[in-house]
């Protein structure tokens, strides 16, 4: 097998799927197999750029990374029910090819006494992916995760302690539930770390409001996945 090499600059794979199956109503999870992708560094929740096709010009989706095992790696996808990366994700058949670029992005694990990630669905999987990174390094992270339902609950490594959030009929991407949420914990001791990942607008706001909890900016990864109100992004 030949060296794993460091990215100096993403690249395009092609790739095809190898297998399709659903973590719960909304997300479907994606297995794409090359043999470039073994070849390749994939850091802690890097993402890719997926190409679309579409009837006139060339569409590019960000999905996270959510594990790689030799020459497959694994993709998840929410199926919000529009957009083309949506339309994409849910029309994808076994033996499909898939063009994409990548990787781009890391998720930082510093050696902080505690973590915290706040997220809706968007982030779950590179939620999914710091746990099990938290898990083999034999340290544990609380998580505050905002679904539409019960049936929505993701699956996370046991090094999750996890408060799942239903938002029912109310509109995806603000940030009330989490930030109530969050106004509910106590200060920890220690150096801590936090991860905010969903909508973009609610990523401000709830970055903010974890200075209480004693979390300079520079210990909080912010990251927006989409946005209220515009085309999709994922």
Known sequence: ?????????????LATVTDLWHLSPQMRRIAVSAPEIAEQHWPLGCDIAIVLAAPDREVRRRYTVRSVSTDTMLVDAVLHGHG????????LRIGDPVSFFGPRGQLPLPAADWLLALTDESGLPAVGALAEAAEAAGRTIRVLAEVSGPAERYPLAEAATVSWLTRGDAAAGQADLLAAAAAELDPLP??????VLGESRAVVSLRDQLNRLGLHRTAIY?????????RPTR
């Open 1 to 13: 097998m030949p060296a794993v090499q460091q990215p100096t600059r993403t690249q395009q794979f």
């Open 84 to 91: 083309p990366g949506s339309s994409w994700a849910a029309g």
């Open 190 to 195: 220690g150096s801590g770390y936090g991860y």
């Open 222 to 230: 912010a990251k927006g996945y989409w946005n209220l109100n515009a």
